[in-house]
């Protein structure tokens, strides 16, 4: 299972309180993480990505074993500990505004 | 007896705040959406307890929220705003042209007739409906389409669209305003549009007179007479008596001509409020005396209501969708500013009283009249 870390305001209007957990068909990447998370969760549709080009929102982060991965391909596979489920994916909401 | 329930936008959630018909004691409920910006909660006449609400932030884009149960509870809908085709592109502020890009919406118009249609304004400008409860979203094009399409530009704000009115007697009827571009209508039901516009004149323009460009922050009307609307411009407040054809200043004797919002009492179609601003530079209360301006002629006499606001050391701004009426008689009148305070008049502006004081900055407020 993949475990997705989401920001206080997506797991608000998921519904969730702690990490999603998905079962991926596929080799997991950051579309196909993206993906799964927006077929178990539509109301996040648009929210992480453009509905229209399914581009990252420019305020949004990937990280994942400590490290910033947003501007890797979107089909990079992820580190082997994200697919193994011994860490999370996480989805991030830049520091920033007030 | 009847009461009153008022939609309260702000800028880190909404509110609901409802009373009886004494309007003496407001129930708070809220924030909902807390840390979000709520432009706009609004109401559809045909369904009091259908409510909808625009939800946004800069890292998450935009929400569309809907209750059906007089905002209890809340559930999601369609948050996809596509323009219809290829976009395009309008002037920007330096001049050069700039791709049309969804940001927010500023403004929701539900149906006078069906709880299921609403219309949403939105930056960068477009007008977009829904006909089944929000979950989808088609834009208006021919609104954009317009042949002046490329000479709109965005105000201090953004190229937002906040303005709809739905003539209550033709529904082929509504009228539009964009920042700054200025009123449009249509008469056909939103296929085509033409700018409304004659009579105003902008100092920012080259030329003053033009169809396009003018910064228009707010228009109302009572709905008992539809054809005669009130406007507050960027500077000025204006009138037509035909729909939009023609416009003339009623500014009178107001201290400033500057300001965002305007209403007009729900019960005596020449009585109009107004809050002015010191200057499109200062948006704050001149003299630091917060004061609503009353005219029962339909404009050019003004007489300021003062009892219950603070008359020192005031400095908050009324935002242009942040005043509203009740229908009630005595009318009330409410509005919210950007220090976060929420007044009210249940005696149409003699007195006034604060309900909140401490809310997130105020964006918008609606006024919901229940039966």
């Known amino acids: 299972m993949i475990r997705v870390a989401l920001p206080h305001h997506l797991r608000t209007l998921a519904g969730v309180d702690r990490e999603v957990l998905l079962d991926l068909k596929e080799p997991p990447t950051q579309r196909t993480v993206l993906d799964a998370l927006e077929v178990s969760y539509p109301v996040l549709r648009g929210t992480i990505r453009d509905h229209a080009t399914a581009e990252r929102r420019p305020f949004v982060r990937f990280f994942a074993c400590g490290r910033d991965i947003t501007l890797e391909s979107a089909d990079d596979p992820l580190p082997e500990e994200v697919a193994s489920g011994a860490e999370p994916f996480r989805v991030v909401g830049a520091i920033a505004g007030g | 007896m009847s009461g009153v329930r008022l939609l309260v936008g702000t800028r880190k959630g909404a509110f609901v705040l409802t009373s009886d018909g004494s309007r003496d004691e407001w129930d708070v409920q809220g924030p909902l959406f807390a840390g979000w910006e709520i432009y706009h909660v609004n109401a559809s006449p045909a369904d009091p307890d259908r409510l909808y609400a625009s939800q946004s932030t800069g890292w998450f884009g935009q929400m569309l929220q809907r209750s059906d149960d007089g905002g209890r509870t809340w559930e999601a809908v369609g948050n996809e705003f596509a323009y219809d085709g290829i976009p395009g592109t309008h002037q920007w502020y330096d001049g050069t042209q700039h791709p049309w890009e969804f ?30 409860g929000g979950h989808t979203w088609q834009e208006l094009s021919g609104l954009r389409a317009h042949k002046s399409g490329e000479h709109w530009a965005p ?16 529904p082929q009827r509504m009228v539009v305003a964009i920042s700054a571009a200025g009123a449009f209508r249509t008469d056909d ?23 396009v460009g003018h910064c228009v922050h707010r228009i109302a009307m009572n709905p008992s007479r539809p054809d005669v609307l009130f406007m507050q411009k960027h500077w000025d407040v204006m009138r037509s008596d035909d729909s939009g054809e023609s416009w003339h200043e009623v500014s009178g004797n107001l201290p400033s001509d500057f300001g965002f919002p305007i209403g007009v009492h729900a019960n005596e179609p020449d009585t109009v409020y107004v809050v002015p601003i010191k200057s499109d530079s200062e948006h704050v209360p001149p003299e630091g005396r917060l004061r609503v301006y009353r005219s029962r002629t339909g404009g050019n006499e003004w007489e300021a209501l003062t009892r219950g606001l603070p008359q020192s050391h005031c400095y908050v701004n009324v935002l242009r969708d942040a005043m509203a009426v009740d229908d009630l008689d005595p009318c009330g009148v409410y509005f919210g500013t950007t220090g ?3 007044y009210a008049s249940s005696d149409a502006g003699d007195n006034w009283t604060a309900v909140v004081r401490d809310f997130p900055a105020v964006l918008s407020v609606e006024a919901q009249t229940l039966p």
């Open chain 2, 103 to 132: 940001a927010r919406v500023w403004h929701l118009e539900p149906s006078l007739t069906d709880p299921d249609t609403v219309f949403a304004g939105v930056e960068d400008a477009a007008l977009f409906r829904s006909v089944d």
């Open chain 2, 155 to 170: 105000g201090a704000g953004g190229m937002c669209l906040h303005t709809i009115l739905i003539h209550p007697d033709d």
């Open chain 2, 189 to 211: 039901g939103g296929q085509t549009w033409r700018p409304i516009n004659r009579g105003l004149r902008s100092q920012e323009l080259p030329d003053e007179d033009r169809e």
């Open chain 2, 340 to 342: 976060g305070q929420v």
